[in-house]
T-cell receptor
Framework: KAGVTQTPRYLIKTRGQQVTLSCSPISGHRSVSWYQQTPGQGLQFLFEYFSETQRNKGNFPGRFSGRQFSNSRSEMNVSTLELGDSALYLC????????????FGAGTRLSVL | AQSVSQHNHHVILSEAASLELGCNYSYGGTVNLFWYVQYPGQHLQLLLKYFSGDPLVKGIKGFEAEFIKSKFSFNLRKPSVQWSDTAEYFCAVNLNAGGTSYGKLTFGQGTILTVHP
């Protein structure tokens, strides 16, 4: 099976712009979670989607949003970018079973100038 | 709120030395526990996991971890490290609610392991 695929791998944006990141989960996985990784804050949970519904949300401002499509692919959007949004954004997918394991993609490196 | 604490930010060892990385979590309910590894330039990979049962779990590449419920700890160990173990290691926890795990992992700050040949 193909792994979790994130596109694009790298992005450069300027303050005030918005950005959309994409994640294709492993085939058959219906849960997709997003994380932000920075040197200062480490890995922080953004949100989780399952069956096109947001099931969990982390402590991030409303500028961060996401959605999931019927084929389980997910997108996250950041509006009005700030310098502090520069980070590696990771997507993980998992099966909806009692003992699920999250499998991570390579991430999208976002730089905000 | 759940939190995970890793004791060491950076550990430096020589090859063949033994490794123990500490991880403590704060949550009173039933949790699932994980160790992930991030090799330089690569994505996060699962090293090992604990859901229930035997508190001593074995993972890939000779790693093992022990869950001590009374201490809220899940320490990672390896008897003899190799240069190729140089990486960043993350402990993670998620809530086990009613037998169903939800896709929200809480990570520790990470421990960078450098192994000198």
């Amino acid at each position: 099976k193909a792994g979790v695929t994130q596109t694009p791998r790298y992005l450069i944006k300027t303050r005030g712009q918005q950005v959309t990141l994409s994640c294709s989960p492993i085939s058959g996985h219906r849960s997709v979670s997003w994380y932000q990784q920075t040197p200062g804050q480490g890995l922080q949970f953004l949100f989780e989607y399952f069956s096109e519904t947001q099931r969990n949300k982390g402590n991030f401002p409303g500028r961060f949003s996401g959605r999931q499509f019927s084929n389980s692919r997910s997108e996250m959007n950041v509006s009005t970018l700030e310098l502090g949004d520069s980070a590696l954004y990771l997507c993980a997918s998992s099966e909806e079973i009692a003992k699920n394991i999250q499998y991570f993609g390579a991430g999208t490196r976002l730089s905000v100038l | 709120a759940q939190s995970v604490s890793q004791h060491n930010h950076h550990v430096i060892l020589s090859e063949a030395a033994s490794l123990e990385l500490g991880c403590n979590y704060s949550y009173g309910g039933t949790v699932n526990l994980f160790w992930y590894v991030q090799y330089p330039g690569q994505h996060l990979q699962l090293l090992l996991k604990y859901f229930s049962g035997d508190p001593l779990v074995k993972g890939i590449k000779g790693f093992e971890a022990e869950f001590i419920k009374s201490k809220f700890s899940f320490n990672l160990r390896k008897p003899s490290v190799q240069w190729s173990d140089t990486a960043e290691y993350f402990c993670a926890v998620n809530l086990n609610a009613g037998g169903t795990s939800y896709g929200k992992l809480t990570f520790g700050q990470g421990t960078i392991l450098t192994v000198h040949p």
